[in-house]
């Protein structure tokens, strides 16, 4: 129980009686929360060589995006990166600064409450700092990054993956973190930014990333 905890890179809990979809196309009218859940099976469903998490330079930033909302990565265990990647003209930026995860084997019966237990116990949201996005050099709102825990989520591993697990189906999983919505960015040449730190109970790590982004007219 509670092996397969993987630090990334944060809004209210939503009750989720079916399981997410990956192909379903979130909507800006979706919480952070319900975002974040469908960020980790765009993010967790994609295998080691071909992961935005891992991507040292963009070029599997593309990869399994669907829908008005475009998922940005940030680094497997913290550490700095800078990418390069085009996003369609009209959509908006999903990404988390800090977030930590939890999953568990289907076959474990681990129960929710547990899930949730071991999530609170690392204090995700006292123990953040230093969060900053910053868009061509100018900080974005604070309202932009929020802090969410997420609704459990059902989630597909594919050999090779992220977790270095077994490939098969995991439930119950769920996140807490800190994430940033940017709406509506304008055609053209960006540069984003996104740092965080984390010191808990357990372990520690920051983050520092950036994006060289072209949005298509």
Request: charged share 15%; proline share 6%; net charge neutral.
């Amino acid at each position: 129980m509670f092996k397969r905890l993987l630090t990334l890179m944060a809004a209210t809990a939503l009750a989720v009686s079916t399981p997410l979809s990956a192909s379903a196309a979130p909507t800006v009218e979706q919480s952070y929360s319900s975002l974040a859940a469908r960020w980790w099976i765009w993010a967790g469903s994609q295998p080691v060589p071909t992961n935005p998490l891992v991507d040292k330079t963009g070029k599997d930033c593309a990869n399994g995006q669907t829908g008005n909302i475009w998922f940005l990565a940030g680094v497997s265990g913290g550490g700095d990166v800078s990418r390069t990647c085009t996003v369609p003209g009209g959509s908006d930026l999903f990404f988390p600064v800090i977030n930590i995860v939890d999953i568990e084997a289907k076959a474990d019966n681990v129960s929710t409450g547990a899930v949730r237990k071991l999530l609170a116990g690392l204090k995700v949201e006292s123990g953040t700092s230093n969060l900053t996005v910053t868009l061509d050099g100018k900080a974005i709102g604070p309202d932009v990054i929020r802090y969410e825990e997420s609704p459990f989520f059902t989630l597909t591993l594919p050999k090779n993956n992220i977790f270095r697990s077994p490939a098969g189906v995991y439930e119950p999983c769920a996140d807490n973190g800190y994430y940033a919505l940017i709406r509506g960015v304008t055609p053209g040449e960006h540069t984003l930014n996104f740092t965080g730190t984390y010191k808990g109970t357990l372990f520690e790590f920051s983050i520092n990333a950036t994006y060289h982004l072209t949005v298509t007219g």
